[in-house]
C-alpha cells in the first residue's frame, strides 16, 4: 500500500498521472525501481497506520496465543500429511470440476505415456536439445522485437523489456483425469506460467482482442447471447441446432491456423485497427505454435500439431482462426437458412430456417461444410425446438425463446464449507454471482426453482440456512439497485491494500476503520480496497503440476521399458 500511495505522488508531481500509454493486460511492475518518499505529513500517516496494525495483529496474536486455531482435527492433519507424503499415488483435480482423484502414480505416469507422449503428436527431446532450443529461441524473439521496435508502443517495448529480465521456468506437462469419461482418459495440460513462450503468447492475446470484433460469431457470454436473442424477430418454421468440436486445440494443425491468420490480415486489411503489427505479429505467433517445449518429469518434450498448449492466446487463436472460416465461407453460404450464429470457442449455437425445398440435402451440406476446415471434426446436433450452449438451457416455443439455467447432471456443486478458513466476502460474492446469473437466465418460475436448489445444496455442504438469509436478502437488494447488464467499475482511482486472511486475525472492518480514521482524508483515491490473499489451500497442497520427486518413479526407465530398449 505505501509503494502505491508513494507511486501516486510521484506520478502526480511529474504529471504522469495521466499517461494514456498505459496497458494494464501487458503491465509488469519493475522491482528494482522504488518510488521516492511521499510528503511528510502522508509518510507520518502512513508510518501510524502500519503502526497501528502491527499493534492490532500482535494484540490479537496474544489473546489467541493458547488456541489451537487450526480447522482440521487432528486424525485429518495426519491424513493429509500421509497423503502428501505418499509417492505412490498422484492427486489431480478432475475435468468438469468433479473433485479430486487419486491415482496410483506408475498408471498416472503409463497413461501420460500412452496416450499423448509417446504418440505422433510429441517429440523427446535431450535436456541439451531442450535448453539449447530455448536458448535459441529467446535470441530469435528478441532480435524480431528489436527488429520490429517501431511497430510496438512504449508499454509494448516496457512489457518486453521487463519480461525477459524476469526469471523463467520451463513449462510443465500434467494430466487431468476425465472421469467421466469410460474409460477413463488424462486430459492434457501443461502450466506455462513464467514460461518464455508465455510472454510473447501474452502479447499475442492482448492484440489479438483488438480482432475478436471482427468475427461474426464471437460472444463473451451466455449474457451477450440472450441479449442479442431477446431483440430477433423468429419465423415460424425456424428451428435450434448446436455443435461441439472434438478436441478443438489439438485438431487445430498449426499449419493450417498459421495460413488462416495470413489470411484472416489479407482480407481484413481496411478493418484491422491502425498501425497494428502485422508483420511481427505473425512471426511470433509462428515461433510460438512450432516450438512448445515443456517438461514432464525428468524429460523434456516438443509438441508437433495441434495448438501449442498452455499457450495464453490459444482461446483466442482457436476463436479467430475457425471464426474467419465462419466469415468468408460457412455463414455466408448459408446465410438464407442461418438467422443468429454465435461461437464461444468450440460451442456453437445457432437458429436454422429450412428452405422450401431440399430441406435435408441443404441441412446435410451445412454439416459437411462445417466440418470442412482443416482437420477439425464437429458433433453437430440435429434441429429441434431445445438445445443447451455454454450455460444455458435454450427452448424455442411459439417462435419466441425461453432459457434457463443448465447445469450438468455430474455436477457435484462443491460450494465453499463454512469450516474452510476463506474470508466471509468469498460466500457473499458466491452468492450474489449465482443469484445474477440465475435471475438473468430464467423466467421467474425458474428462478424460484433453481434458487431453491442452490439453497439446499449450500446447506448439503454444511452451512446454516438461517445464517444464509441475510446474504441472499443482501443480494436481492443489490439485484433490485443495480444495472445487472451493465456492471463497471465505479472506482477506477483505486488504492489496494494487501492482506493475508486469518479468521482469527485482523478482519477487513478492523483495517477499513483505519484507514477511515488515519489515512482517508489525507490522500486522493476515491476508494480504499482491501485485497485479501488466501493462505495455501488442500489443493495447493495435496495436487500439483510436477510429478513428485522420487527414486520409484523415473520417467526415463519407464519410456525406455515401454519401447523395449
Known amino acids: 500500500m505505501a509503494r502505491s500511495i508513494r507511486t501516486t505522488y510521484f506520478l502526480k508531481q511529474h504529471n504522469l498521472d495521466n499517461n494514456n500509454d498505459y496497458e494494464k493486460q501487458i503491465y509488469i511492475k519493475n522491482t528494482n525501481w522504488h ?8 509518510e507520518n500517516k502512513i508510518s501510524s497506520f502500519e503502526k497501528l496494525l502491527r499493534r492490532k495483529h500482535t494484540t490479537l496474536e496474544n489473546i489467541n496465543k493458547k488456541r489451537n486455531l487450526l480447522n482440521l482435527t487432528p486424525l485429518q492433519k495426519s491424513a493429509l500429511q500421509q497423503l502428501k507424503n505418499n509417492d505412490n499415488i498422484i492427486i489431480k483435480h478432475t475435468d468438469k470440476n468433479l473433485g479430486p482423484a487419486v491415482m496410483d502414480a506408475n498408471d498416472y505416469v503409463q497413461q501420460i505415456l500412452q496416450e499423448h507422449l509417446l504418440t505422433k503428436d510429441y517429440q523427446q527431446l535431450s535436456r541439451n536439445d531442450a535448453l539449447n532450443r530455448l536458448e535459441n529461441l529467446k535470441k530469435t524473439l528478441k532480435d524480431t522485437i528489436n527488429i520490429h521496435s517501431n511497430s510496438l508502443s512504449d508499454s509494448e517495448k516496457t512489457y518486453f523489456n521487463r519480461s525477459l529480465k524476469m ?40 492484440r489479438m482482442k483488438e480482432l475478436l470484433p471482427l468475427i461474426k460469431s464471437y460472444t463473451k ?22 455443435a461441439d468440436a472434438k478436441s478443438m486445440y489439438t485438431n487445430i494443425d498449426s499449419a493450417t491456423g498459421l495460413l488462416t491468420f495470413q489470411n484472416f490480415f489479407e482480407v481484413n486489411v481496411h ?39 498452455g499457450t495464453p492466446a490459444a482461446c483466442a487463436y482457436a476463436t479467430i482462426t475457425y471464426g474467419h472460416f465462419e466469415n468468408t465461407q460457412l455463414l455466408t453460404e448459408f446465410h438464407p437458412q442461418i438467422i443468429f450464429y454465435k461461437r464461444y470457442i468450440d460451442d456453437i449455437f445457432g437458429l436454422w430456417v429450412p428452405p422450401p425445398t431440399q430441406q435435408i440435402t441443404t441441412w446435410k451440406r451445412f454439416k459437411n461444410k462445417l466440418n470442412s476446415w482443416g482437420n477439425l471434426e464437429w458433433i453437430i446436433e440435429e434441429p429441434s425446438t431445445k438445445t443447451t450452449f455454454l450455460d444455458l438451457q435454450i427452448e424455442l416455443k411459439d417462435n419466441k425463446i425461453y432459457t434457463s439455467t443448465f447445469q450438468k447432471d455430474l455436477n457435484l456443486y462443491l460450494y465453499i464449507p463454512p469450516c474452510s478458513a476463506h474470508p466471509p466476502s468469498c460466500l457473499k460474492g458466491l452468492i450474489s454471482g449465482e443469484l445474477r446469473h440465475y435471475w438473468l437466465q430464467n423466467s421467474q418460475e425458474n428462478f424460484i426453482n433453481i434458487l431453491s436448489k442452490f439453497i439446499l445444496r449450500l446447506a448439503d455442504r454444511g452451512h446454516n440456512i438461517a445464517d444464509l438469509i441475510p446474504l441472499f436478502e443482501q443480494a436481492a437488494i443489490r439485484l433490485n439497485t443495480a444495472d445487472t447488464h451493465n456492471i463497471t467499475d465505479r472506482h477506477r482511482n483505486t488504492l489496494f491494500l494487501h492482506w493475508t486472511y486469518h479468521p482469527d486475525g485482523l478482519q477487513r472492518k478492523d483495517i477499513r476503520d483505519t484507514y477511515n480514521a488515519i489515512l482517508k482524508e489525507h490522500l486522493d483515491y476515491d476508494k480504499m480496497t482491501v485485497a485479501i490473499a488466501r493462505p495455501h489451500n488442500l489443493r495447493d497442497l495435496l495436487s500439483q503440476a510436477p510429478l513428485p520427486d522420487s527414486p520409484n518413479l523415473n520417467v526415463q526407465t519407464m519410456i525406455d521399458k515401454m519401447k523395449g530398449l
Request: proline share 11%; charged share 10%; net charge positive.
Open 271 to 309: 478493418h484491422i485497427p491502425p498501425h497494428f503489427p502485422v508483420a511481427l505479429f505473425l512471426k511470433i505467433l509462428e515461433i510460438i505454435m512450432n516450438n512448445n517445449i515443456f517438461t514432464f518429469s525428468n524429460t523434456y518434450w516438443l509438441q508437433l500439431s495441434g495448438t501449442a498448449m
Open 35 to 42: 518510488p521516492p518518499p511521499a510528503p511528510l505529513h502522508i
Open 221 to 242: 457470454n451466455s449474457f451477450d447471447v440472450i441479449k442479442e436473442l431477446q431483440q430477433l424477430t423468429i419465423p415460424k418454421n425456424a428451428l435450434l441446432f448446436s
Open 167 to 206: 526469471k523463467l521456468r520451463l513449462p510443465i506437462f500434467y494430466g487431468i483425469p476425465k472421469v467421466h469419461k469410460t474409460p477413463m482418459s488424462l486430459r492434457p495440460v501443461v502450466s506455462s506460467s513464467s514460461g518464455l513462450l508465455t510472454i510473447f503468447s501474452t502479447w499475442l492475446n492482448f
